[in-house]
């Protein structure tokens, strides 16, 4: 690897472990807000106590969820390269698994670094792929919160704020994307200006305009109005379903909300992914979750042990799952490390 490129890897390297670091310290800093006003006993027993089978049941209908987005990866695909979403369900699997078990959003490069592997796509439109999922996936979230809010009263300060930050975010990276797509030819007249000036290395120059151009092919998803309604169309299926495994352990528990409230929490629960955390998002989606349902009137022993028993539900079978798939590919456990350091490499500029 050339000293440049070397470099840009090493920096990256030392972003991401400073990103877990910090996430490792937000999350425990959650779960001892999560924790400390409740009865620990209550807490296990009320665990304890819920009905299992709903669970099972959940994490099926999850998996369902998971399916549909595989097809939104399809659509989005469909510019830079037609992989059927049979084919590509087992990469969003194994990428959810790296997130669950490692720092940083890791298996989003995995996904991309199976894909090269598999399918031969390159790394920056999937990568460009997987931030505009990113983007739709805050902005269904943010209209299921604005939906919900309709049919409910709620004022819960910490989590009104998440809305206040989010809501400018997404529909800002939107517009940022759309624009992007739309005047290709004054996009790459314009980023190509500035790479020149700014990389003085004519290696490096050449790398990071390749680089470019294959971002903009995963973006041309967002000029063609077919592909972009159906991925519109799939995220708002995908997430739907998602709400239904929320009200779906809800009934292997003795408290009752209405699935407004449920839509609520997943949504703040989703919307705090963005917040550095350790892997899985632990602390971050405990807190959402617990903080909405206490709002509107359940027990805090009784909110916290619903969101211990849907993070297990969304965590432990997608990763289960997802390991299969990853040793049924052949792959290994060093091919993490290979993924982000081959992504990276080429991210990193």
Not at 164 to 191: H, N
Not at 229 to 252: G, K, N, Q
Request: aromatic share 14%.
């Amino acid at each position: 690897m050339p000293s440049d490129e070397s470099d840009l890897f090493h920096e990256a390297c030392v972003r991401r472990w400073l990103t877990f670091a910090l996430g490792l310290g937000i999350s425990a800093f959650f779960v001892w807000i999560g924790l400390r006003n409740l009865d620990h006993d209550l807490l296990i027993d009320t665990i304890r106590s819920i009905d299992v089978g709903w669970l099972f049941v959940a994490a099926a209908v999850y998996f369902i969820a998971t399916y549909i987005l595989a097809w939104r990866w399809y659509y989005l695909l469909r510019p830079v390269k037609v992989v059927h979403p049979n084919r590509l369900f087992p990469i969003v699997v194994i990428g959810y698994m790296g997130n669950n078990i490692y720092p940083a959003r890791i298996g989003e490069l995995v996904r991309a670094y199976i894909l090269k592997r598999k399918e031969q796509v390159n790394y920056a439109p999937c990568l460009a792929t997987i931030l505009v999922e990113r983007v739709f996936d805050g902005l269904v979230l943010l209209t299921f919160i604005l939906t919900a809010l309709l049919f409910v009263d709620f004022d819960e300060p910490a989590l009104n704020t998440v809305i206040y930050v989010t809501v400018p975010l997404f529909l800002g990276a939107l517009m940022v994307f759309s624009v992007l797509a739309l005047r290709p030819d004054r996009t790459r007249s314009v980023y190509t200006k500035v790479i020149t000036r700014v990389i003085s290395s004519p290696g490096i120059q050449e790398k990071v305009l390749h680089l470019a151009g294959h971002f903009m092919t995963g973006l041309e998803t967002l000029r063609t109005p077919r592909l972009l309604l159906l991925t519109w169309i799939s995220s708002i299926a995908s997430w739907t379903v998602e709400a239904s495994t929320y009200w779906i352990v809800l009934h292997a528990f003795d408290f009752s909300v209405t699935f407004w409230v449920l839509m609520l929490a997943m949504g703040f629960a989703n919307l705090t992914t963005i917040i550095p955390s350790a892997p899985g998002y632990v602390g971050s989606f405990h807190l959402a979750v617990g903080v909405t349902l206490t709002a509107f009137g359940v027990a805090k022993e009784d909110a916290g042990a619903y969101a211990v028993v849907m993070h297990l539900v969304l965590w432990l079978p997608v990763t289960l799952i997802g390991f299969l798939y990853f040793i049924r590919m052949g792959m290994k456990w060093s091919d993490f490390g290979k993924a982000t350091q081959y992504v990276e490499s080429e991210a990193a500029a």
